[in-house]
Each structure stands twice: as C-alpha cells, then as structure tokens.
Nanobody
C-alpha cells in the first residue's frame, strides 16, 4: 500500500488545517490508518488512528478535543481535521497503514508509511 499524505502548510496559532492520507490500492479500505508526527529533535508521537471500518478512533492526549480523524473508504482517504492549532503542533505529520485493528497507538503496528507533510504553526 503506497500512502500519500497532503494538506500541510503554514497556519497561525488558533487556526485549522485538514490533512489527507490517500492510497490508490483498494486494499487501503481494509487497513487501519494512523497519524504520527515528529517535531525537530523529538521522537515520533502518536496523533490519531482509525480502524479499517471507521468504527473506532483514537487520539493522543495532546490533541484530544482538537483533532478529529475520519475516513471515506469509497474515496480511499483518511482525513485528519486539526483545529485550535498551537506552535507545539509544528511537526512533520506521517500517515501509516496497518492490516491490524489492535495496538493502533503503537507505531510498530504499522507496516506502510507515507512520506510526511509539514505543518508549521506560527505564534
């Protein structure tokens, strides 16, 4: 599964962005998808995940209540709606896919990774 992350950019604090993760393979619809981010000099941080049928979603503590993950399997797309962005949200955001539905907050669960998209939040 080849993943393409898009939607990153520069936004002011308090603003919103929507990231998208797409794939051309139809099998994407039976993969769980997660978003992780990595800020300069920091480890990968779990952001959000959704299982393959969209019935369960998970958010990291630092983004709960601000970020929402959703998917449209007909369009082979998973979206991450980010609101109330803060400078500490600045990072490269990666989407990843897994054939599993458990352990979705653990980056080791994921088999396929996209190239990342940069989100910069200015104060």
């Amino acid at each position: 599964v080849q993943l393409q992350a898009s939607g990153g950019g520069l936004v002011q604090a308090g603003g919103s962005l929507r990231l998208s993760c797409t794939a051309s393979e139809r099998t994407f619809s039976v993969h769980s998808v997660g978003w992780f981010r990595q800020a300069p000099g920091k480890e990968h941080e779990f952001v959000a995940a959704i299982n393959w049928w969209g019935g369960d979603t998970y958010e990291g503590d630092s983004v709960k209540g601000r970020f929402t993950i959703s998917r449209d399997n007909a369009k082979n797309t998973v979206n991450l709606q980010m609101s109330s962005l803060q400078p500490e949200d600045t990072a490269v955001y990666f989407c990843a896919a897994s054939p599993n539905s458990n352990g979705l907050t653990d980056r080791n669960t994921y088999v396929y990774w996209g190239q990342g998209t940069l989100v910069t939040v200015s104060s």
